[in-house]
């Protein structure tokens, strides 16, 4: 059903040098349910994950989205494949929102030729150039630079597209980051920094980090808009919003008010630096995909059990990419030489004993 | 042609003849270059194409490369100046170096080939005159340390030419040392690499001056000296092969290896800090590839293992100078050196 349905934002929105979008949003059944699947898919996926990391599938670093996925929805919502998105080692959600799948995903987790970046990026390094997705990028805040690079790109390209760089509220007191805005400013660069403000750097809470929490106030000359990104209809109409003012006038920062249940990364257990009471208190009062299950059930667009069985579709397939996932071989040795250069130029690089190891690098 | 002209045709007949080619940095544009080089760009390509930047390096480098993921073929300039126009230098570079590490020479492979990096980072590089410790640092080993970068340094107008030409042609990321001394330079400039279509190839030494007693690799303003050197020894009966390295990374390990198999004796000289330096890498390459024809210890020729002083006469005592080369090169084919004047 793709019959207009309108609906009030549950927070006002608070602008900063520019005005404020409309409360009411515009959706459909139909949207509303792709929000439902999609947002219980991200969290169904980054739960599997935390048990594969767990039995030791999964290496080295690993960071979970779930609690933050109605920004990510929401964003995508808003704009087109077109439109790039650059965000933090924070990455497994963006590259299934961008159209990656979640064979892909578990394979490059585990570390298999199947994974998107073919086992070689790992879960902070996920790409997917031909939907927009330029990383994946594991340099607490690089990629806001980068994110206005890609704006810059698009306006001298002229191609009426815009870059949303995703950030987190400990990089949003990066030096680069106020370096790249004020260059974005002065070259009205179509980007959105989207500060993803879920409270915590690591496990310092924003206000022992930040003199100034206003993430959406501290470009000063740049406009700003404060969101609640537990609401997905909220995401959706900022990110339009701010589509909108990019392309007319430069740079925006949304900040996403946003929470992560899982700790920083899966060494961090997240309960040291916050109390149990104040994840479940979110969890029962702002969860994105519970406020998408209540809309869907008072407006008579869904019924109990129709999502229900979503969750356990969502769950089964899920499953099912794991299994594949782990079919998948791992790289081929030849892999450790391939992608260092465009353009090798014949030259020979060496493996751990040059005498025993050296390739041709095409 | 001035080294200075070379680049500045470069860059000019690249811009032009692609337009996904642009020029960023500070003082690019309205000032015309702290250095000049890039000199009456701005009223030829607008300011679309010549961008000053402010003076933010990891900004407008992150900038730089984010523009060529997505396909366009940035020259990231670093510069930055004084009053004297005594004026800096790669070490701007510093500030920006995670950009170039970790976000330009890393994203090709961390994508399986998914995020090309096309983009050049170029300016003056090594020892200047007179503007102390901060201000002259050659950083050719550092960058040549990464994989993913190709690394090169000119000497000539030719090699300015060229092989800036071949950098922004290049697909890769590419970090391109200058020297500041140099550019002021003249050097004869044949028909062919005045040509709009001349390139020279990345990853090639060139044999400056062939010989058969002793070879001496140098890059960069060295090259020079290295000549100078060369001719000194001439008088001498010593017969030095001079190697322009041209390309650090990748370093052209068979033209090395090939001109010490021949004379069988090899100085490697350089401006930078000899610990882990260029030299280093090319004696190991030597080692590993022609230990049984060396006649003698390789020597090294490369800046003193201090922090570069202000005074004229610390600083010359800092930087190789000819007579350096001499002597080493002398030692190297068993002739009696007089001791240096300071040691």
Redesign the interface.
């Known amino acids: 059903d793709s019959s207009t349905l309108t609906i009030e934002t549950s927070l006002p929105f608070t602008a900063h040098n520019c005005d404020t979008p409309s409360r009411s949003v515009d959706t459909s059944p139909k949207e509303l349910m792709s929000f439902f699947r999609d947002m219980a898919l991200m969290r169904r996926m980054e739960i599997a994950a935390d048990s594969l990391y767990k039995s030791k599938l999964i290496r080295g670093f690993c960071h979970l989205y779930d609690g933050q996925e109605a920004v990510c929805i929401g964003m995508e919502a808003a704009i087109t494949k077109k439109d ?1 998105i ?1 965000t933090s080692y924070r990455d497994h959600c963006t590259f299934l929102g961008r159209g990656g799948t979640l064979v892909q995903v578990f394979a490059e987790l585990m570390g298999r030729q199947a994974g ?3 086992g ?2 790992g879960s902070m ?1 996920f ?3 031909d939907a927009g997705f ?6 607490v805040g ?1 990629q ?11 306006k ?2 002229k191609d009426g597209n815009v870059t949303f760089a995703l950030y987190g509220d400990g990089a949003a007191n990066q ?2 980051l ?3 805005l ?3 400013a ?2 009205d660069l179509p980007a959105i920094l989207v500060c993803e403000n879920n409270h915590y750097g690591m496990g310092t809470a924003e206000w022992r980090a930040a003199k100034s929490p206003a993430y959406y106030k501290r470009g000063d000359y740049v406009a700003g808009l404060k969101v609640d990104g537990m609401d997905v209809l909220a995401v959706k109409q900022a990110c339009k919003f701010a589509k909108e003012y990019a392309l007319k006038k430069g740079p925006i920062i949304l900040e996403l008010d946003t929470y992560r249940y899982h700790g920083h990364s899966m060494s961090d257990p997240g309960s040291t630096y916050r109390t149990r009471d104040e994840v479940s208190g979110v969890r029962q009062e702002r969860d994105p995909i519970e406020r998408v299950r209540k809309l869907l059930l008072s407006h008579d667009i869904a019924a109990e059990k129709e999502l229900k069985d979503i969750e356990k579709e969502v769950r089964k397939e899920v499953d099912e990419a794991i299994a594949t996932a782990k079919e998948s071989p791992m790289p081929d040795p030849s892999e450790l030489f ?6 090798g ?1 014949g ?3 060496c493996g751990v004993d ?1 005498k025993e190891n050296k390739v041709t690098l095409p | 042609m001035t080294v200075r002209e070379a680049l500045n045709s470069a860059l000019d007949e690249e811009m032009s003849a692609d337009h996904k080619v ?1 020029l960023m940095g500070e003082e690019v544009g309205e000032y015309q270059g702290a250095y000049k080089i890039s000199k009456g760009l701005l009223e030829k390509y607008g300011p ?1 194409r010549v ?1 000053d ?2 003076i ?1 390096e ?15 073929r940035p020259v990231v300039e670093f510069m930055t100046f004084n009053f004297s126009m005594q004026v800096l230098s790669g070490q701007q570079s510093c500030f920006a170096i ?2 170039i590490i ?2 330009a020479a890393k ?10 990096v ?1 983009i050049v980072f170029r300016g003056p590089n090594g020892a200047a005159a007179g503007v102390g410790a901060q201000h002259s640092q050659c950083y050719a080993a550092w960058y040549a340390s990464c ?2 970068l ?1 690394v090169l340094s000119p000497y000539s107008s030719e090699d300015a030419r060229g092989l800036l030409k071949a950098a922004i042609r ?3 990321p590419v970090v391109f040392l200058e020297n500041e001394l140099l550019y002021g330079e003249s050097f004869p400039v044949s028909d062919e690499a005045l040509d709009s279509s001349f390139c020279l ?3 090639k030494a060139k044999i400056e001056r062939e010989g058969k007693d002793v070879t001496i690799t140098a890059f960069s303003k060295m090259v020079g000296y290295a000549l100078k050197a060369a001719e000194i020894l001439s008088k001498e009966g010593i017969n030095a092969e001079v190697i322009n390295l041209r390309s650090i990374r ?1 370093l052209d ?1 068979s033209t090395i290896n090939a001109s010490v198999r021949k004379t069988n004796r090899l100085v490697t000289v350089e401006e930078g800090f000899p610990q882990h330096g260029v030299g280093a890498e090319i004696c190991t390459s030597v080692i ?1 590839e022609s230990f049984g024809y060396l006649d003698a210890p390789v020597e090294r020729v490369a800046g003193a293992d201090v922090p570069m002083p202000y005074a004229a006469n610390l600083e010359r005592l800092a930087v190789p100078q000819v007579e350096d080369i001499v002597r080493a090169a002398k030692r190297a084919c068993y002739r009696s050196v007089p001791m240096a004047a300071a040691a």
């Open positions: 790039c650059i998107c970046a073919k070689k990026g390094h790409y997917k150039k330029y990383g994946g990028h594991g340099i690089a806001i630079p980068l994110g206005c690079g890609l704006a810059f790109a698009q001298y390209s030096g680069q106020f370096e790249a004020n260059i974005a002065l070259l391939t992608n260092i250069y465009v353009k130029l030259v020979e690089a040059r | 642009f679309e961008l930047t402010p933010t990891a900004g407008f480098t992150g900038i730089g490369v984010g523009a060529a993921y997505y396909g366009l995670d950009h970790n976000s994203s090709n492979y961390m994508s399986a080939g998914q995020i090309s096309p994989p993913g190709k290049d697909p890769d190839p990345i990853g990748p390990r590993e």
